[in-house]
Nanobody, 118 residues
Framework: QVQLVESGGGLVQTGGSLRLSCTAS????????LAWFRQAPGKEREFVAA????????YYAASVTGRFTISRDNVNNRVYLQMISLKPEDTAVYYC???????????WGQGTQVTVSS
């Protein structure tokens, strides 16, 4: 088990940038694939981005490719989501997750709100 705490959300104008951070506790952080998901009001939670254990292989949803970058720091037990060129449709609660990509993510943070104003 790993505990995850997100930070960095907030209110930003269209075209702006934010960087989300997720700090994990536990000594097995580097053994997990890490991901960001988001859930907008009235919508199902959706995958945003993932970075595998090596930190080299990444995956992105089509809607964020070219605008979002996921990275991880296995020394400090952190995963980041750098977001640029934000759009109102990026407004959602963003969740950090740890698990195995393609199998399932069983550890979740509490979420951080991102609001993009038009």
């Amino acid at each position: 088990q790993v505990q995850l705490v997100e930070s960095g959300g907030g209110l930003v104008q269209t075209g702006g940038s934010l960087r989300l951070s997720c700090t994990a506790s536990g000594r097995t952080f580097s053994s997990y694939d890490l991901a960001w998901f988001r859930q907008a009001p009235g919508k199902e939670r959706e995958f945003v981005a993932a970075v595998l254990r090596s930190g080299i292989t990444t995956y992105y949803a089509a809607s964020v490719t070219g605008r979002f970058t996921i990275s991880r720091d296995n020394v400090n037990n952190r995963v980041y989501l750098q977001m640029i060129s934000l759009k109102p449709e990026d407004t959602a609660v963003y969740y950090c997750a740890a698990g195995r990509h393609g199998v399932g993510y069983g550890n979740w943070g509490q979420g951080t709100q991102v609001t993009v104003s038009s």
